[in-house]
């Protein structure tokens, strides 16, 4: 299935969930720009997170009444990217990490990888900038350390590496740690900003790690290598999207609670009957 077509679907299924039958409203792109945290995010003059989370009242769907702003605001931003100068590069990565209307025991029973969500990054991010793959030594040195994870990385890049990556995926606390050294020292330096959307942050498998990590790894305090071979650290903004909803965004909610702050933006919505 096409990406674009797969996006496309997944919002028309989100349009689809609030309009029956109780119309309650879906929150968009546009309400998102409009606030002062999102402004703090987008003119940020270095990487940071902005974390947006709210209660969906709408108890036909598990889909989060949020999520319409990821896929707008993640499309508004390509459209940025795709007519950034040459000497300021722009990225834009999605990760849908829930994008199918489930029981709540299925939800349970199917976590998503934290790991394969970032391997989804490194190939949007490469097939972003091919130039990255440009001499024979640079592919050989990606496609060594990319080799742990090729098995499970045809789960989610094999037609559409952005909607429910890697939920059949098996990897282990290293693998996590690997591919987040392996984003941040090989993928991100050909950009000046790059934007991940994380949609669904809450249905990782362990969501709390996952954010933690993320923040500590690339926002809070990332090391010199990051900077790459110009020597300049690329600007990496953040975007996880999670339903104020049971212990999974507990969990989120105590990281949150550890880190809020300039590098942690948190905007809480919550949606109500029209």
Known sequence: MNTTKSIQTYSSLLEDSFTRPFGLPRYSSEALEATDEYQKWINYQSSCMLLLYGETRAAQTSLCWLSPAA???????KRRASTSPADHKIAV???????????????RD??????????????????ADPSTLSTREAF???QTRLKPFTAS????SSDDDTLGPGRSAVYDDADFTRACDLLARECLHPFEEVYLIIDRAD?????????????????????????????????????????????????ID?????????????????????
């Open 153 to 156: 990385a045809r789960d989610i």
């Open 71 to 77: 896929t707008g605001l993640a499309a508004s931003l």
């Open 110 to 127: 199917s976590p998503i990888s934290e790991t394969s969500i970032i391997i989804s990054f490194i190939l949007q991010l490469l097939k």
């Open 93 to 107: 990565a999605e990760a849908y990490c829930e994008t199918i209307d489930l029981p709540s025991k299925a939800i």
């Open 254 to 274: 105590r990281v949150r609670n550890e880190f809020d702050g300039s590098a942690l933006l948190s905007l809480q919505v919550d949606q109500y009957r029209t």
């Open 140 to 142: 050989s040195r990606l």
């Open 203 to 251: 249905r990782v498998a362990d969501p709390g790690r996952f954010v933690k990590y993320l923040l500590s790894r690339f926002i809070d305090d990332p090391d010199e290598g990051d900077s790459g071979a110009q020597g300049r650290a690329t600007k990496l903004k953040i975007l996880c999207i999670a339903a104020r909803e049971g212990e999974a965004f507990g969990r």
